[in-house]
């Protein structure tokens, strides 16, 4: 077993660079010379009694430095990786690059990109983290029971009411979802993630339930969304197992259907459930840009399609390279989940 995660780790990173440097490569070809427009910004905030002596070469040399615009493209992505020096205007040379956990600066916002990413990025995760939980604890115990109870009226009427949970747009269900409980009952606030006044007064506890409060009907929302597929999955993985030879042998010793369901046929339909499984929770960090933009909610989904089309490159570049190494770590968690579920399966050949 360890011999092969060190294996499949060594392939993680080989894959990561690989990865990295076709994303360098492409979001360098995008025409953008933040040296340029630094030395611009900087003779245009000059008096104009100074601007005759500018040295315009000498400080877009600085601000080349600044960024790390000189050299080679190569140079430039091994400098971002931070495996190559920065050469600084001063001649000082320093390791700055993202394996020192420098992942460069936001235009927009002209800040260090992990201090700009961490409140949308706590966010997505607060939200999406109870939203997997509670869908979870909802999907697995009814799939479990539709399998049991297939073709009877309660299994029809699960299936009809989770077809209309998968068919109908986020969007959609996020209107009425708002309108019924937000406009009508008048449970909900409409939009937010926390109290406009007084928030900053309030203690831990007290800000933890504000915003419970607050992501109360977006929570509804995202688990009513995923009743659908994910209860349908387990349903027929559910179905595929109690069919199996093993299962009627089981019954036929006289044991329990309880110890039946829950010790043999759930053991053997998890194989294909913990790889939807452990995707959807790592979807927690991806963030869902519909339901953040319908009710209002400061997280990654949407801070990363603003990122784009404000052409905020460091940013986009760095929330790429997490989702990258996001899913190489859960095909990694997976196949070895897989050996743990399923002694037959052999994780190290």
Known sequence: MAKYIIKRILYILLVFLI????????????????????????????????????????????????????GSIFERYLRWIGLYPYTYYDGSVAFNGMLEGNFGKSI???????????????????????????????????????????????????????????SLPVFIIGIVFMFLFSVVLGWFPVS??????????????????????????????????????MTRYVRAAMIDALSLDCIKTARAKGLKERTVIYSHAFRNALIPIITLVIGWFLGVFSG???????????GIGLFYYNALNSNDNEVVLALQMFYIFIS??????????????????????
């Open 288 to 298: 869902s840009m519909m339901i953040e933009n319908i009710f209002s909610l400061n």
């Open 328 to 349: 190489l770590a859960g095909n990694l968690i997976i196949d070895i989940a897989y050996g743990f579920i399923d002694p037959r399966i052999r994780v190290n050949k």
């Open 192 to 229: 937010g993630s926390h109290s406009t006044f007084g928030y900053d007064e309030m203690n831990a506890w007290q800000q933890f339930w504000d915003r419970m409060y607050y992501m109360a009907l977006p929570l509804i929302v995202m688990t009513f969304c995923s009743l659908g597929g």
């Open 19 to 70: 990865l990295s440097l076709l994303l360098f490569l492409i979001y360098n070809m995008i025409p953008r010379d933040q040296a340029y427009a630094a030395t611009s910004t900087e003779l245009k905030n000059l008096p104009s009694s100074q601007r005759a002596t500018f040295d315009w070469g000498d400080r877009y040399y600085y601000w080349q430095c600044y960024y790390g615009e000189n």
């Open 108 to 166: 927009v916002y002209n800040k260090p990109v992990v201090e700009v990413i961490s409140a949308p990025m706590g966010n997505t995760i607060f939200i999406n983290v109870f939203a997997t939980i509670i869908g979870l604890g909802i999907t697995i115990p009814l799939g479990i029971f539709c399998a049991v109870k297939k073709g009877t009226r309660r299994d029809i009427g699960v299936q009809v009411f989770t077809i209309i949970g998968y």
